[in-house]
Each structure stands twice: as structure tokens, then as C-alpha cells.
């Protein structure tokens, strides 16, 4: 069955909107109740309260299509973004959720019957995960969704193995917490990758796509784990991955929204090389740049603003190396607003502020690129073994506006690694002579900062190369 992404995205939230889910929209980015967290990285982050029990809503049941950045923090995948079929800075998390309703049986269900019957995947070509002694689960799966036993992977806790993937969800070292069951697409054999709990699980042949958590316990700080007396379900899919499969794709890369941005990247840059991967990158990146400023995150350096001036400036420099002369990323907001359907409303309206953000930041970076890299490129030419020092990683982000991770990007590209070590020491002698230098001075970058939640006016010139104060 070939669906859009909008089309899907729509599909999901009827189908649980007629199973009595109270359809509620996607939160911002910037978590507004939990300041531990960078950004919004799950479906379940806004309902952090009611799963914890603080807040009551008027629904027990919710569906969302939340929008998610993973570039920062505990959940990290930029430097996935290029390199696996499957992971993306920002996608959109689809997500059912029970605050104490229904548990394992229904969740199960509603999961199995959305992809094999609403969906039309076909069955053989799912497998499951479990909780190693989650038997329940297992016998819903097997004796009920009539999932042959060999198609159930019981998956443990990750016990230091690199491969394992986890299979108990914890909120935090305390709280709530318990086993969860997750559902995989085989692409076909014709694809690197084996099954989870196999040591190439890390591949893009089986593909997870949704992710279902039985919050079952609360943990208490002695690791005694008590039964919640109400438990709850959270459950995430990430939309571009069933999109790639309902389109006949295996990459993320090749659905409709990808394809178009690609393409719009491909024309702004003045490239015909539509398999580069750097026109992939460019598209993952215009999306949670764009998102994160219609969300209130300005370009800075520190915090939440730096991740976000990090992913602009890499993909600067991937349309620099794919020959881009002038400026080109806010070129694609327009498109991303068209090609994001029903999630792309709060986008048009701030469209032409977001553009001015992100040619801003273009042009800043755009007066010391060439250099940097020049400067880079024969740092590597002379280098003696692969580790880049510290220091050069340092003066490249000092004077050329190139944070470390960018650095990292192109010396990876080459075969090479930067000292990261060396890196952090150089910037700790830095904060240190500022702190000492501090004693004497006015301290400018406080009486000149403006507030980046207000409407935008320009930058404070101070920080603009990226230099901390
Ligand atoms: P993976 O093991 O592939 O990295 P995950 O286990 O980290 O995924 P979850 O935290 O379980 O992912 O998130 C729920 C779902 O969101 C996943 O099953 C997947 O479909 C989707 N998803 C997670 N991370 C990404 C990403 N970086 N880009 C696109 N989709 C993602
Ligand atoms: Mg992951
Ligand atoms: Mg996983
Ligand atoms: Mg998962």
C-alpha cells in the first residue's frame, strides 16, 4: 500500500482516535516541564506528569504526532545522520499512550492491527522483541497476534554487551520504569544487518520501528521495585521509517519528504549529484534547524543555541563542499513548510523569520569557512598519524568559528580523528583565563546579551564566532 507521509501521519491518529484516544498535538521542542532535558526526544515527554501521576487530564487514552530532535543529551544521533538508513536529527515520533486505561493486551493489539491491517505490512516480515521474562508479553504476541515463537526475540537488560539493545525503559534511576516490546521490519537479506540481540543487530536490514513501553514499576532508591497500581503504556513509531516502508523504499532518505528536500538541496547548491551524501545531510539538517527556531531556540553558544548553530554551520559546510557559493539552507524553508503537510503549519506562519535566522548565521560562518577549512585540510595533508591535536581543533573553533564536532565531520570524512581530549583542555585554559581576566572587566557579554526568546533583532556581536566569554 503506497501512502504519503501526511497520509499516514493522519491515518495513525484516526486509528486511535476511533479507539477512544484523545488526539492531542504535537508539544514544542523546548520541554517546558523538565529542565533536564535538551529537547523533546519521545511522544512521552509532555506527559511526563500524568505518567508520573502529578497531573490528571480529562483523558486516559492520548495519541500524538510529536515532533522530536535527537542531536544532544542522552538520545544523540547526529552522527548516525549520513551514515545509517534510519536516523535523523529531527522525525516525527507518532505515539499512543495510556495513563492507567488499558495495558499490555490492548497496546499489543492496537500496534499489530494499525501496521498488518490498516497498513497492510505483511506479517511475515515483522519480528517482535520482548522483556527476557516478560512471559505475558510473549503469549499476547504468540498465542494471541499468532506471531510464530521463533519471530519473539526475548532481548535483556544491556549488560555491557556493545550490541544488546535494552530492553527495560527507565525514566531515571528512580520512578517509573519497566520492560518494553519493540516491532522490526525485515528489509531483505540484499541489506547488511541481523536480527536484535545478534551482534550486526546494528544494521539496516531489520528496522525498528515501534517501540512499546509497559510502565509496570516504580523504582525506588534502594532498587526495590514496587508494582505501579496503575499501569501505563508509551508507545513511539517514527513516521519516516514506516513511510519508507509503505512507499517501497528501504532508506529514510527515499520518501516523498526527503526525496522533494533533496532535490530543493540539490537545486540551491547547484549540484546534479542527487545520491550525495551530503545532500542527505542537508535535509536531515534543514529539518530540526527550521523546527528548533520556529520553537524559539536562536543560534548561540552555549546550550540548546549551540546545538543548533553546531547543526547549521555542518550544513554550511556539506553545501560547501558540494560546491554551494553564496548562501543556500533558508533557501529550503519554504519547501520543508510545503512538504511537511498538517505538521508544517506553525512553520509557514514563522517561515520568513526562520529564514532570516538561518541567513544570518549563513552569512556569519560564510566570511571564515573557506579559511577554516584551508587551514584544516593542511593540518591533515601534514599530519603524522590520525588523531588531529587539540590545539588546531581549538584554534579552528576560536578564530574560525568551527565547533569541535564539525571539525570532527571533515577529519572523519578523511580517515582521520581529532583529539578531543586535547580539545577540551584548550577550552578549559580559555574559560580559565577568562574567569581570571573576569576579575578586572565590566563583564560585556552580560550587560550587551539580548533575550533569544524575544523577537529577533539581530546578534550580539560578541558571540558571534563562537567564542565563550
Ligand atoms: P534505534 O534503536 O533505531 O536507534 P531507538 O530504540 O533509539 O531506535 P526509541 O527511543 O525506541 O528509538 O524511539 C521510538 C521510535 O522512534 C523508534 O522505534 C524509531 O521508529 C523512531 N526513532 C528513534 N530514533 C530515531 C531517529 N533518530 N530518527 C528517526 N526515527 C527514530
Ligand atoms: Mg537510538
Ligand atoms: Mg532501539
Ligand atoms: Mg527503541
Given at each position: 500500500m503506497r501512502m504519503t507521509t501526511a497520509e499516514i501521519r493522519e491515518?495513525?491518529?484516526?486509528?486511535?482516535?476511533?479507539?477512544?484516544?484523545?488526539?492531542?498535538?504535537?508539544?514544542?521542542?523546548?520541554?517546558?516541564?523538565?529542565?533536564?532535558?535538551?529537547?523533546?526526544?519521545?511522544?512521552m515527554n509532555q506527559f511526563k506528569d500524568c505518567f508520573l501521576g502529578a497531573e490528571q487530564r480529562s483523558y486516559t487514552r492520548a495519541t500524538t504526532a510529536q515532533r522530536c530532535v535527537r542531536a544532544g543529551g542522552k538520545h544523540n544521533d547526529l552522527e548516525n545522520v549520513g551514515f545509517t538508513a534510519r536516523h535523523h536529527t529531527f522525525f516525527e515520533m507518532l505515539g499512543n499512550f495510556s495513563f492507567g486505561d488499558y495495558f499490555k493486551r490492548e497496546a499489543i493489539k492496537f500496534a499489530w492491527e494499525f501496521l498488518t491491517v490498516e497498513m497492510k505490512l505483511p506479517k511475515e516480515k515483522l519480528c517482535v522483541t520482548v522483556y527476557e521474562t516478560d512471559d505475558e508479553a510473549f503469549d499476547i504476541w504468540n498465542k494471541e497476534m499468532g506471531v510464530p515463537a521463533e519471530d519473539i526475540i526475548r532481548i535483556g537488560d544491556n549488560k555491557g554487551a556493545p550490541y544488546a539493545s535494552d530492553n527495560f525503559w527507565q525514566m531515571g534511576d528512580t520512578g517509573p520504569c519497566g520492560p518494553c516490546t519493540e516491532i522490526f521490519y525485515d528489509h531483505g537479506e540484499q541489506h547488511w544487518g541481523g536480527r536484535p540481540g545478534t551482534p550486526e543487530e546494528d544494521g539496516d536490514r531489520f528496522i525498528e520501528i515501534w517501540n512499546i513501553v509497559f510502565m509496570q514499576y516504580n523504582r525506588h532508591a534502594d532498587g526495590t521495585m514496587e508494582p505501579l497500581p496503575k499501569p501505563a503504556v508509551d508507545?513511539?513509531?517514527?513516521?519516516?521509517?514506516?513511510?519508507?516502508?509503505?512507499?517501497?523504499?528501504?532508506?529514510?532518505?527515499?520518501?516523498?519528504?526527503?526525496?522533494?528536500?533533496?532535490?530543493?538541496?540539490?537545486?540551491?547548491?547547484?549540484?546534479?549529484?542527487?545520491?550525495?551524501?551530503?545532500?542527505?545531510?542537508?535535509?536531515?539538517?534543514?529539518?530540526?534547524?527550521?523546527?528548533?527556531?520556529?520553537?524559539?531556540?536562536?543560534?548561540?553558544?552555549?546550550?540548546?543555541?549551540?546545538?543548533?548553530?553546531?547543526?547549521?554551520?555542518?550544513?554550511?559546510?556539506?553545501?560547501?563542499?558540494?560546491?554551494?557559493?553564496?548562501?543556500?539552507?533558508?533557501?529550503?524553508?519554504?519547501?520543508?513548510?510545503?512538504?511537511?503537510?498538517?505538521?508544517?503549519?506553525?512553520?509557514?506562519?514563522?517561515?520568513?523569520?526562520?529564514?532570516?535566522?538561518?541567513?544570518?548565521?549563513?552569512?556569519?560562518?560564510?566570511?571564515?569557512?573557506?579559511?577554516?577549512?584551508?587551514?584544516?585540510?593542511?593540518?591533515?595533508?601534514?599530519?603524522?598519524?590520525?588523531?588531529?591535536?587539540?590545539?588546531?581543533?581549538?584554534?579552528?573553533?576560536?578564530?574560525?568559528?568551527?565547533?569541535?564536532?564539525?571539525?570532527?565531520?571533515?577529519?572523519?570524512?578523511?580517515?582521520?580523528?581529532?583529539?578531543?581530549?586535547?580539545?577540551?583542555?584548550?577550552?578549559?585554559?580559555?574559560?580559565?583565563?577568562?574567569?581570571?581576566?573576569?576579575?578586572?572587566?565590566?563583564?560585556?557579554?552580560?550587560?550587551?546579551?539580548?533575550?533569544?526568546?524575544?523577537?529577533?533583532?539581530?546578534?550580539?556581536?560578541?558571540?558571534?564566532?563562537?567564542?565563550?566569554?
Open positions: 491515518a495513525f491518529l484516526e486509528y486511535f482516535r476511533t479507539q477512544n484516544h484523545e488526539v492531542v498535538a504535537s508539544s514544542s521542542l523546548v520541554p517546558h516541564n523538565d529542565p533536564t532535558l535538551l529537547f523533546t526526544n519521545a511522544g508507545t513511539g513509531m517514527g513516521i519516516e521509517r514506516v513511510a519508507a516502508i509503505l512507499q517501497g523504499g528501504h532508506s529514510n532518505y527515499d520518501i516523498d519528504i526527503f526525496q522533494t528536500l533533496i532535490k530543493e538541496a540539490a537545486n540551491v547548491v547547484g549540484t546534479e549529484d542527487l545520491d550525495n551524501k551530503s545532500l542527505r545531510v542537508i535535509a536531515d539538517h534543514i529539518r530540526s534547524c527550521a523546527y528548533l527556531i520556529v520553537d524559539g531556540v536562536m543560534p548561540s553558544n552555549e546550550g540548546r543555541g549551540y546545538v543548533l548553530r553546531r547543526i547549521i554551520r555542518r550544513a554550511v559546510r556539506h553545501g560547501n563542499k558540494l560546491g554551494a557559493t553564496g548562501t543556500f539552507f533558508h533557501k529550503l524553508v519554504g519547501p520543508l513548510a510545503e512538504v511537511m503537510g498538517g505538521a508544517g503549519e506553525e512553520l509557514k506562519a514563522q517561515q520568513a523569520m526562520v529564514e532570516k535566522v538561518l541567513r544570518i548565521e549563513e552569512e556569519n560562518f560564510g566570511r571564515t569557512l573557506e579559511r577554516g577549512l584551508q587551514i584544516l585540510s593542511d593540518a591533515l595533508e601534514n599530519l603524522d598519524g590520525k588523531v588531529l591535536d587539540g590545539e588546531t581543533v581549538f584554534k579552528l573553533y576560536d578564530t574560525y568559528g568551527f565547533p569541535a564536532d564539525l571539525t570532527n565531520d571533515v577529519a572523519r570524512e578523511r580517515g582521520f580523528e581529532i583529539d578531543e581530549d586535547g580539545f577540551n583542555a584548550e577550552m578549559e585554559a580559555q574559560r580559565q583565563r577568562a574567569r581570571d581576566a573576569g576579575k578586572f572587566s565590566v563583564d560585556y557579554a552580560n550587560v550587551t546579551a539580548i533575550d533569544a526568546q524575544s523577537e529577533f533583532t539581530g546578534y550580539d556581536k560578541a558571540e558571534q564566532w563562537g567564542k565563550v566569554i
